[in-house]
């Protein structure tokens, strides 16, 4: 069945870079998009964007535009989630979570086991 | 396009049925889905188009609504299904959720 399974803990410094690794694993990778969303200590969960994995298209919440770049490389099937010029507000976990369906019948699933990031001055 | 969930939370025992609202600031057909997360844990997705069962999700969830208004309920509520509940729509990017509903226990 699907999986996606990411990358570790991250402890980056204010004003760094980090760059989070989701891979796939179970379908075949480019037949779906991905997107990522995260979640602050204690906070709901915000919608990031999405990559297409096919063309490598992407598209981003206005928030994150020109802050956070999404890649893939498909001969391993692997998406990338970078966010550059860290601040306090980006301490979170992070989740990629593969988008089904269209229109009306979309959704996320399965959904990565999440990584978190820690910003520290 | 705001996701408003009501209540923010709720206690209840189990096998209570419980009902949790969604409403979108403007319409969204039923590009709605739902989603249950436990702590430390990443949410599952339990409903999508407003009310289809997602595959293994038992039949105690459902979901009902269109336009702006959406419900979750949950028929007899069962020990593991304390958690938060979260609303997504797909009418339109960005992808909002809603703030979550915790349901814990009475």
Known sequence: QAQLV??????????????????A??????????????????QGLEWMGWIDTKSGDT????????????????????VYMEVNSLTSDDAAVY?????VGRTSSARLVPWGQGTLVVVSS | IQLTQSPSSL??????RVTITCRASQGISNYLVWYQQKPGKAPKLLIYAASILQSGVPSRFSGS???ADFT???????PE????????????YPATFGPGTKVDIK
């Open chain 2, 81 to 92: 299904d304390f958690a938060t509940y979260y609303c997504q729509q797909f009418n339109s």
């Open chain 1, 95 to 99: 989740y990629c979570a593969r988008g």
């Open chain 2, 11 to 16: 206690s209840a025992s189990v096998g209570d």
């Open chain 1, 6 to 23: 990411q990358s570790g803990t991250e402890v980056k410094k204010t004003g760094a870079s980090v760059k989070v690794s989701c891979e």
């Open chain 1, 25 to 42: 694993s179970g379908y075949t990778f480019t037949d779906y998009y991905m997107h990522w969303v995260r979640q602050a200590p204690g």
């Open chain 1, 59 to 78: 598209k981003y919440g206005q928030e994150f535009q020109g802050r956070v770049t999404m890649t893939r490389d498909t001969s391993i099937s692997t």
């Open chain 2, 72 to 78: 979750l309920t949950i028929s007899s509520l069962q």
């Open chain 2, 65 to 67: 609504g269109s336009g």
